[in-house]
């Protein structure tokens, strides 16, 4: 019937739409995403209404504000994640040929494996052309799928051991991640092509 119960509701409820989100960005597979993407936003009513009656919340606009809070992490994840794969899928061909092309002048420190470091140096050269800056940005963008892991690094603070993975990409990379990467949006979309 307050504000501070109503407001806390609400934050509760985001959370959890927060966690039904995270759940979500950890799979990478069409029967589940359907199943979490279906049942969840079912769910989402009742366990609004529950909410509200379990705090005596009398307010009308405190059902509709609390589906949106429970149900807009994950629908705006689901939302650009999609657009999301169906843009590196339609640009995969044209980013890895460009990065096949310029292999030897990406690879600034001649390692054989372009790393982050690389692509940086590549872009703060004043001679490369515009397009090409756009190019290096989108793979450095891109290098953990276009890549794989080169190294691991471990960061230690009083709040405990971060693992760092460092990820290159070398000429099989590069040739293979138009694949890759129209295969994973295959697997949890269960589309070969982008719409």
């Not at 979490?36 to 606009?61: C, E, S, Y």
């Not at 515009?130 to 450095?140: F, G, H, S, T, Y």
């Not at 190294?151 to 990409?169: E, F, R, T």
């Amino acid at each position: 019937m307050n504000p501070p119960n109503t407001i806390g509701s609400l934050l509760l409820l985001l959370a959890i739409g927060n966690m039904a989100m995270f759940i979500r960005m950890c799979i990478t597979t069409r029967r589940p995403v359907k199943l979490l993407v279906t049942i969840f936003p079912l769910v989402a009513i009742p366990l609004t209404i529950a909410f509200a009656q379990r705090l005596n919340i009398q307010h009308a606009w405190a059902l509709p504000l609390g589906v949106c809070a429970l149900l807009a992490p994950l629908t705006c994840y689901c939302t650009i994640h999609r657009r999301s794969m169906r843009s590196a899928v339609l640009k995969a061909p044209a980013l890895s040929q460009w990065i096949l092309q310029h292999f030897a002048a990406l690879d600034v420190d001649g390692d054989g494996t372009i790393s982050s470091g690389d692509l940086m140096s590549y872009r703060d050269n004043e001679g490369v052309a515009p397009a090409n800056v756009i190019l290096a940005r989108d793979a450095q963008h891109g290098i953990c799928e276009i890549g794989h892991v080169t190294s691991v690094a471990m960061s230690a603070s009083p709040h405990g051991i971060a693992v760092i993975h460092l990820y290159g990409i070398n000429k099989l990379d590069a040739t293979s991640y138009p694949a890759r990467i129209a295969r994973a949006q295959e697997l949890e979309f269960g589309c070969s092509k982008a719409k």
